[in-house]
């Protein structure tokens, strides 16, 4: 890998010049544009005008009757790249109850990275909607600074979206390419320690990750491995244990979308209408494993896929469909 030329992404680009990451993005949005088609690129980066005008409408015409500044409640999409997270923020965007702040918001992030706190505080404090929505998923590892450290009047929650191994892995190839093999190659040669990939590790993680020949894995692999550490951190970091924080299964949400939204509804004490599901056609997903991921790898993203799932089977298994008071832990 050392040997040939890599190609350029983001984390190369972390301190670039601002015409150099327009560029960048440009060269990227064509290749998804040429490969996905305009309808795919169009959805994911929010720009269906036959969505957009609605929600703006609808959010406008609550606004006029509702001001729930400075009282608005932050909350928090994180979790790992190609999880779900698109549909889950296309859901809530419907509810005039939400402000929603992707990643390509200028005013609330910079190279797909949360502005800073003050900046962050300031957005919600001015905001009249109820729930103001980020999906800062390069800043995951820093969840419980999130939720606890903002000083808003309403404390924040987060919402942390997985997908099955497999799945993302699939989903990471074909939008992203070897991406993760190239982050995790520069982390493991020492070179990517301030690289938002490598923030909030494990020292268990940086072994795992310094364990490969980089040279050799495949980018299936590396997918793979990148799914693990940073959904690792679900439990490191103590989420789990978290009553402000919920886990989201993008599988679960696929095969039963109005009683998993429900859920999610209960936990933010959002009313749930049928508009936040009307995008999602339910189906269940193939779980086919891949045979290019490495046998090490399989091994411990089968044990936390497990240990993610169990988690997310026990609740949707007691809980009820209809909302109740009090939030849930998780999904």
Known sequence: MTRRRRAVDESDLASSSSLRWFLFRLRRHLGWARTQGIGRLIEEDELNPFERIPNAVRKARWRRAHDGSPKAMPVFLVGVQRSGTNMLVRGLERAPEFEVHNENDRATFDRF????????????????????????????????????????????????????VDGRVRSALAKFGDSNLRALWR?????????????????????????????????ASAAALFWYVRNSLYFELGLSERADVILMSYDEMLAKPAPTMRRLCAFLDLPFTPALV???????????????????????????????????????????DDPSPGPDRSV
């Open 113 to 164: 990275r949360l502005r800073p706190d003050p900046v962050i505080r300031s957005v919600v404090m001015r905001s009249p909607h109820t729930y103001v929505l980020f999906k800062p998923l390069c800043d995951s590892h820093r969840t419980v600074e999130l939720v606890e450290g903002l000083g808003t009047p309403t404390p924040g929650r987060a919402i942390w979206a997985y997908r099955s």
């Open 187 to 219: 982390i493991a040669s020492g070179a990517g320690g301030r690289m938002w990939q490598a923030q909030g590790l494990s020292d268990a993680s940086m072994d795992l990750i310094r364990g490969f020949d980089y040279s050799r894995l495949a980018p």
């Open 278 to 320: 009307e995008h999602v056609e339910p189906r269940i997903q193939p779980r086919t494993p891949l045979d290019e991921i490495d046998p090490v790898i399989r091994s411990h993203c089968d044990e936390l896929q497990d240990r993610l799932d169990h988690l997310a089977r026990d609740v949707s298994v007691t809980a009820p």
